[in-house]
């Protein structure tokens, strides 16, 4: 991603640590919805 | 990086945080419709169950109802006759109540008028009653004086039973004596026995008139002399000639015996004559010369 070539790796930032921030997140987030999904047993049309 | 790059990775972190917060919220909060679904299910299947007894209940409590409705229908209409019937008899009995109003009102100055002749009467009562103490105390006296009396009359029956035993006994003599005397040619009569004992009082009379009796020459006079004057049958009188007229001497003429007697009359026959002497009328007569 920098211009100079791909042999020296920058140094990560916080922007990176923002990066795993916004990964954790979604995780947290999908880990969340799968248990409410599991309420219902996974049917999506009413009864 | 760019600056764009940095605006996307902040973006994107910002938006992942937002999907991880609105996800735990619904996990968090979010009701659980499949449950309630069930359970208003089973509320609904229990609430079919309790409509349905509580249909049962109702057909049973209607059937009921009208059965209680018809009975109560039947017994208004009782109930309707007897108010009708109970009406009539209300007025009747209205009529008797006035007429009972009417009595009583005359009943109750009957009543005055009956308590206060009462209270009259218990007045006089109370007088009677000090009355019939002093009765009582009377009563008493008398009936004390009545045994004592008693007991005298027990005593005097007793000398009566005795007196008259005697009575009889002497009554027996009597007759005996009576009976006697007859056989002897003497009156058992009170008089002639008075005549006989009793001797005349001094009395003098005039002859009335004379009377020739029988062949023998009995002769009857009557004189102006009777029982009033005290004399009896069998009264022996001497007859007399006063001397009182001029020419004429006293003379004795004889003597009679009373046979027959009135109060102011009496008939005697001749039983001595003077052997001068002519009884005549209005002679004297005397019981004692």
């Known amino acids: 991603m920098s211009p100079q070539g791909s042999d020296s790796n920058p140094p990560p930032d916080i922007y990176v640590a923002l990066l795993f921030v916004g990964v954790s997140a979604l995780i947290a987030g999908c880990v969340f919805l799968v248990l409410e999904l599991n309420k219902y047993a996974w049917t999506m049309a009413p009864p | ?289």
Request: proline share 2%; with cysteine; charged share 25%.
């Open chain 2, 1 to 289: 990086m760019t600056f764009v790059g940095k605006l996307l990775v902040v973006v994107q972190v910002v938006l992942s945080i937002c999907f991880m917060a609105f996800a735990g919220a619904v996990f968090t909060v979010q009701t659980n419709w499949k449950v309630a679904h069930k359970e208003i299910v089973e509320q609904t299947e229990l609430d079919k169950v309790a409509y349905s007894d509580l249909d049962t209940e109702f057909n049973n409590f209607k059937t009921a109802i009208n059965i209680q409705l018809k009975n109560e229908t039947d017994r208004a209409n009782a109930a309707e006759n007897d108010a009708r019937m109970l009406t009539q008899e209300l007025a009747t009995k209205t009529t008797e109540l006035d007429t009972t109003k009417t009595e009583l009102f005359t009943q109750r100055e009957l009543a005055i008028i009956a308590g206060e002749e009462a209270a009259e009467r218990r007045k006089e009562a109370v007088a009677q009653r000090v009355v019939n103490e002093n009765l009582h105390t009377s009563l008493n006296d008398v009936i004390t004086k009545m045994r004592s009396l008693e007991n005298v009359i027990f005593n005097e029956s007793i000398k009566s039973k005795g007196l008259i035993a005697k009575h009889q006994k002497l009554l027996a003599e009597v007759t005996n004596l009576k009976s006697q005397a007859r056989a002897n040619n003497l009156d058992p009569s009170p008089a002639a026995v008075a005549s006989t004992q009793a001797p005349p009082p001094l009395v003098v009379g005039l002859i009335l008139d004379t009377k020739k009796g029988n062949r023998k020459g009995s002769e009857f006079v009557e004189i102006s002399l009777g029982s009033d004057d005290g004399l009896l049958k069998g009264h022996m009188m001497s007859v007399f000639r006063s001397g009182a007229q001029a020419g004429q001497r006293a003379k004795y003429l004889g003597e009679i015996k009373i046979v027959h007697i009135t109060p102011d009359r009496a008939v005697g026959t001749v039983v001595d004559r003077a052997k001068n002497g002519t009884i005549e009328r209005g002679d004297n007569v005397t019981t004692r010369l």
